[in-house]
């Protein structure tokens, strides 16, 4: 009986370290990896004036197959608010006039890129 008490906590002992081993995979650090570059990379590396200039030439195109709507002229009122913006320094204001101005017609505005 002593002998086989003496086994089991031997036994108990010396094992405790391979179980916890089987369970420490999850503590240990992953190698050190550059993250992927996503499409939200290129988004928040686009700047305000950049987005106005896209807006503008997007708001150009669309323009002359727009002309007869209704809202035209609202329209064009706030893309021109917009770019007086963009050349005031105000990009982040002019770039809402802008695609105000593209929704206003029924265009959306495209993705930052």
Same mark, same amino acid.
């Given at each position: 009986?002593?002998?086989?008490?003496?086994?089991?906590?031997?036994?108990?002992?010396?094992?405790?370290?391979?179980?916890?081993?089987?369970?420490?995979?999850?503590?240990?650090?992953?190698?050190?990896?550059?993250?992927?570059?996503?499409? #939200?990379?290129?988004? $928040?590396?686009?700047?305000? +004036?950049?987005?106005?200039? *896209? %807006?503008?030439?997007?708001?150009? /195109?669309?323009?002359?197959?727009?002309?007869?709507?209704?809202?035209?002229?609202?329209?064009?009122?706030?893309?021109?608010?917009?770019?007086?913006?963009? #050349?005031?320094?105000? $990009?982040?204001?002019?770039? +809402?006039?802008?695609?105000? *101005? %593209?929704?206003?017609?029924?265009? /959306?505005?495209?993705?930052?890129?």
């Amino acid at each position: 009986m002593k002998n086989t008490l003496i086994a089991a906590a031997a036994l108990m002992i010396l094992g405790a370290p391979v179980a916890f081993a089987a369970n420490s995979t999850a503590m240990i650090p992953l190698p050190d990896a550059k993250p992927a570059v996503t499409q #939200t990379h290129k988004i $928040a590396a686009s700047s305000p +004036s950049a987005r106005c200039a *896209a %807006l503008e030439q997007q708001f150009s /195109k669309a323009e002359s197959s727009h002309k007869s709507m209704k809202l035209f002229k609202d329209a064009v009122r706030l893309r021109d608010e917009g770019r007086n913006m963009c #050349t005031a320094n105000k $990009a982040p204001e002019g770039v +809402s006039k802008l695609e105000q *101005a %593209l929704k206003l017609i029924g265009v /959306k505005p495209a993705a930052n890129s």
